[in-house]
């Protein structure tokens, strides 16, 4: 007796709560605003939704048209909100994909972050001079696609004019952050230029911690937490999609909060 495989039948509220799911709570709102039926979804993804692979690569490809739609949104010249120093969330919660004492160390003397890709300035920096650059100081809020959220106060370089010093092509797509821990991410190049982009250094006035991403930290207020990589070691900037750690797992790429 041949044996055949039993495909379950999936109803189109709970693939929209799936799908809900799956999405950043930005990505949310416009997936609610956007695709507002199940025959709207089947249209957009081309997929026949009888199976449990199909709605998952309705997922991928729901989370990728968010991400195109998050990119035609963006407006660089608007800010994300700043707060006064009363309303530092202290202490300010760890966030990692490991336990805190699995922080990795970095020796300050022996740092170096290394530069590479479509860039014709200097390759390789110290933390030294990138203390000796211009400093800005930022408090604004970390939200985590977690859930929760919390205000800090950031100090460092502003990533545009590092990366102008750095003679990166601005023109180029993608801009990549690898990471003493092994983690990495990516962003586009209007995010990476966007005024309150910050090359941390401090946290709340003093030398950034271990745990908060020494001994350097890219902070981004105007995406979601898994952005915001920590322990910074080099930076790629290309025309090639680089991914990122948890984007190549099933998170939207774009990010924004």
């Known amino acids: 007796m041949t044996s055949r495989k039993t495909v379950r039948q999936l109803d189109g509220a709970s693939i929209i709560k799936d799908a809900r799911k799956a999405l950043p709570s930005s990505s949310r709102r416009l997936f609610g ?25 309705l997922l991928r490809r729901m989370s990728s048209f968010n991400d195109r739609v998050q990119a035609v949104m963006f407006n660089p010249n608007t800010l994300a909100p700043t707060y006064p120093e009363s309303m530092i969330t202290r202490p300010f919660p760890f966030n ?8 990795p160390e970095v020796d300050r003397q022996t740092y170096r972050l290394e530069v590479s890709g479509l860039a014709k300035g200097k390759r390789i920096w110290s933390l030294d001079e990138l203390h000796a650059m211009p400093q800005q100081s930022q408090i604004t809020r970390h939200i985590c696609i977690e859930g929760w959220s919390a205000i800090g106060q950031w100090g460092g370089v502003r990533f545009s004019d590092f990366l102008l010093r750095a003679g990166v092509d601005t023109t180029a797509k993608y801009v990549a952050l690898h990471c003493a821990d092994n983690y990495w991410t990516s962003i586009d190049m209007p995010t990476a230029l966007h005024p309150q982009t910050l090359l941390t250094l401090t946290y709340d006035g003093a030398t950034l911690p271990a745990k908060y991403g020494f001994p350097l930290k890219l902070r981004i207020p105007t995406k979601l937490g898994y952005k915001n990589p920590k322990h910074i070691v080099a930076i790629t900037v290309g025309n090639e999609f680089p991914g990122g750690y948890w984007e190549n797992q099933g998170y939207n790429w774009f990010g924004g909060s």
């Open 96 to 103: 990692a994909y490991y336990d805190i004492d699995e922080v």
């Open 33 to 57: 605003k956007r695709i507002l039926t199940l025959g709207g979804l089947a249209l957009l993804s081309g997929c026949d939704l009888k199976s449990e692979e199909s709605v998952n690569t």
